[in-house]
């Protein structure tokens, strides 16, 4: 299974991005819990949002919520975060990752993408 992130980069404060995760190799989709993990300088990586396997309600933490939307579109097997209103302390790296088992997924257990840069000044 490979997660490839993309959509980052250096926005003004107020500004959007949209950033994809393609999901590929042996795999059904809809099988995973998925997340979208931030990690910036010096500090731990911290889960922002996510589905769990089910697919019924996001989960968002509380730092984004009303800024961040998660969706998928299974055609593409692509998970999507929309970021609005950035801020300084949104600077990280945004990484994807999947999971079987565990919801959000675990650095352990789940598949993880490199990341896509998000820079915001």
């Known amino acids: 299974v490979q997660l490839v992130e993309s959509g980052g980069g250096s926005v003004e404060v107020g500004g959007s991005l949209r950033l994809s995760c393609t999901v590929s190799g042996h795999t059904l989709f809809d099988s995973y819990n998925m997340g979208w993990f931030r990690q910036a300088p010096g500090k731990e990586r911290e889960g922002v949002a996510g589905f769990d396997v089910g697919r019924r309600t996001p989960y968002y933490v509380d730092s984004v919520k009303g800024r961040f939307t998660i969706s998928q579109d299974h055609a593409r097997n692509t998970l999507i975060l929309e970021i609005d209103s950035l801020a300084p302390e949104d600077t990280a790296m945004y990484y994807c990752?999947?999971?079987?088992?565990?919801?959000?997924?675990?650095?352990?257990?789940?598949?993880w993408g490199q990341g896509t840069q998000v820079t915001v000044s």
């Open positions: 990752a999947a999971d079987h088992g565990s919801c959000p997924p675990s650095r352990n257990t789940g598949y």
